[in-house]
């Protein structure tokens, strides 16, 4: 096979995928259930995911005049993103169906938006970063307005979509000041020119509003505004999609950009980084307190959890970059599964808003109940499941840095996290009150039953075996290494 | 000839005038143009670059920014259309059904 097309093969699929839903829609009845097209899109998502596991097979190397990369580094994260997008395909499968029009039209947006995010993952040139994330906001701009009648969802799109455009704004502002400083847009090139003579202070200046650009988009602190008010708005399972999928994509990026273009410039950017985390950590965990709308006190957890993210990414060692990549596969679990069971539950609609809402809710059906919990203890951060490992890793590279005081705060705060996570775990267990609210659940249908196993089983498999995945980020890391030992002389 | 920081001082204040309408304008669609005027200051520096530099590279740049500049603005022109409706009005000080 041709050796460029092969390094780009799981992007092609997804494209291909979504061309094909897009053209087959306008052929079904009009009132005929786009399911179908749905189940279509699961296949290409896992095809996608079986050509980013080959791709391992390949040796390393550039495709396209030396844009993207295939390596260990992005496939990880392209397996990453095709599994939040296989699990939310799943979810979304019987939770968009019914009220809303042009189903279809969502499957395709979300095979566009995963294969700019996996774009990102693999892109080396920082051209096509800018495309790639473009690709994957835009299409999920449109997926969080897609209960366009409510009052709720324009709302949320709207702000999602000024404040997202005006964070590329910054993201692009930043790449031609690089561009200005170095005459080039390749992360690596950028790199070695940089470690030679004196540091230009556009350089460094386009650092500061690359890193503006990619706060805004994993909602770090003090980005974050936008992100409660877009989830609260946006229907739940796109929300489990974007609170994990693109955020993944990003942070791999910045991971990158960070260790790749800049390692010499580690003291500029890491207290930077290091005081995004702990304000990240810090709002997103005292925000969250006095919530009482479950999907705004996610959005806070969220963003805590890219705090905890962020923590990783000022140790500078290998280690740093294995324990962040890791993180983002066991926030991704129990993130998608979390989302999966508040979709199911409240609906289309979002019936069930407010945690004494899903009072009872175990009572009612005892295996959504049963999931929401084991997800909550994950977020927790208790021993055997995926949540414990990510911190414990993520606070061993900070510590093993030197990164005392950032430890410290991270566990203040993740004590701090367990108040809300356990008030919606004691309500969901404690006797109904709103009885006529659970019994408008419906049943547990087949998608999302392997949605939920596909969730719960990753985020178990994290929690008592770690190794392998753990192996893996440890192999992605590598290939960053080269640059992080740069970064520590 | 003019000199390079000439074009560089000018899409500085231009991204800063974009920066300021977007925090004090009211209106979506003021809002939304003055990103595009950032997005356009951007655009004028890659260009001064890439004379600076005598490289194209920087002038693709420029075409891919209009094309995803182009994208963005049928999705956004899309989703304040479907604010309107539900609101019937495009001042962003009533759109604020969600608040802390």
Redesign the interface.
Same mark, same amino acid.
Request: aromatic share 18%; charged share 15%.
């Given at each position: 096979m041709n050796m460029q097309l092969a390094r780009i093969l799981p992007e092609v699929i997804l494209t291909i995928t979504g061309v094909i839903i897009m053209l087959a829609e306008p052929l079904l009845q009009k009132n005929s259930s786009r399911k179908p097209l749905g189940w279509f899109a699961v296949l290409g998502t896992l095809a996608a995911l079986f050509a980013s596991m080959w791709q391992l097979h390949l040796p390393d190397g550039t495709a396209y005049f030396g844009t993207v990369q295939t390596d260990a580094y992005s496939v990880f994260f392209h397996v990453l993103i095709a599994g939040i997008v296989l699990a939310t395909l799943l979810v979304s499968l019987d939770s968009i169906d019914g009220s809303a029009e042009s189903v279809g039209e969502f499957f395709a947006l979300i095979c566009f938006g995963a294969v700019g995010m996996m774009l990102m993952t693999s892109a080396v040139e920082l051209?096509l970063v800018?495309?790639g994330l473009?690709i994957s906001s835009?299409s999920t701009?449109?997926m969080a307005?897609f209960r366009?009648?409510?009052?709720?969802?324009?709302?949320?799109?709207?702000k999602y979509?000024?404040l997202g455009?005006?964070a590329?704004?910054f993201f692009?502002?930043g790449?031609?000041?690089i561009?200005?400083a170095t005459?080039?847009?390749a992360i690596a090139a950028i790199g070695r020119i940089l470690t030679v003579g004196q540091t230009p202070l556009l350089a460094v200046v386009g650092l500061a509003m690359i890193l503006i650009g990619i706060g805004f988009k994993v909602s770090a602190a003090p980005f974050q505004v936008w992100t409660?008010?877009v989830y609260?708005?946006a229907p739940s399972p796109v929300v489990g999609l974007m609170s994990t999928a693109p955020k993944a994509a990003a942070f791999a990026v910045l991971l990158r950009i960070l260790y790749v273009a800049f390692p010499l410039l580690h003291y500029h950017w890491q207290p930077l980084v290091w005081w995004m985390a702990v304000l990240s950590m810090c709002v997103g965990n005292l925000g969250a307190l006095r919530q009482q709308n479950v999907k705004r006190m996610l959005a806070y957890s969220s963003i805590a959890n890219a705090g905890y993210l962020l923590a990783a990414f000022t140790a500078l060692s290998q280690e740093g970059v294995a324990a962040a990549s890791f993180y983002a596969v066991t926030y991704a679990a129990m993130n998608v599964g979390i989302f999966a069971v508040v979709s199911h539950a409240g609906g289309f609609g979002d019936r069930l808003t407010l945690v004494q809402d899903y009072r009872g809710l175990a009572y009612r059906s005892p295996l959504l109940g049963g999931a929401m919990a084991f997800f909550l203890i994950s977020l927790i951060g208790i021993p055997f499941t995926g949540g414990f490992f990510g911190k414990f890793y993520v606070f061993a590279a900070a510590l093993h840095s030197g990164m005392v005081w950032l430890t410290i705060i991270g566990l203040i705060n993740s004590g701090i996290a367990c108040y809300y996570y356990l008030r919606l775990l004691a309500a969901v267990y404690s006797k109904p009150v709103h009885t006529d609210l659970l019994d408008g659940i419906p049943r547990p249908t087949m998608p999302l039953l392997l949605a939920l196993v596909l969730t719960v089983a990753a985020t178990l498999i994290l929690g008592i075996v770690p190794g392998q995945v753990l192996s893996l980020a440890r192999a992605g890391a590598n290939t960053l290494v080269p640059y992080v030992t740069t970064a520590m002389k | 000839m003019v000199p390079i920081s000439y074009y560089?001082v000018l899409s500085a204040i231009l991204?800063s005038i974009?920066v300021g309408a977007?925090l004090i304008k009211r209106n979506?669609i003021t809002?939304?143009m003055s990103?595009e005027l950032?997005?356009n200051? /951007?655009n004028l520096?890659?260009v +001064?670059?890439a004379h600076?530099?005598r490289?194209v590279?920087?002038q *693709?740049?420029v075409f891919? /920014?209009m094309v995803?500049a182009a +994208?963005?603005a049928a999705?956004?022109l899309?989703?304040?259309i479907? *604010?309107f409706?539900?609101?019937n009005t495009l001042n962003v000080d009533q759109?604020d059904?969600?608040?802390?």
């Open positions: 051209l800018f495309i473009e835009i701009y449109i307005c366009r009648k409510s009052a709720k969802g324009p709302e949320s799109a709207i979509f000024l455009s005006f590329t704004a692009l502002y790449i031609a000041l561009f200005g005459g080039t847009t409660p008010d609260e708005g | 560089l991204f974009g977007f979506i809002v939304f990103i950032m997005l200051a /951007v520096t890659f +001064a670059f600076q530099w490289h590279s920087g *693709i740049f891919f /920014v995803v +994208a963005e999705v956004g899309a989703i304040i479907a *604010i409706r539900t609101r759109v059904l969600m608040k802390l």
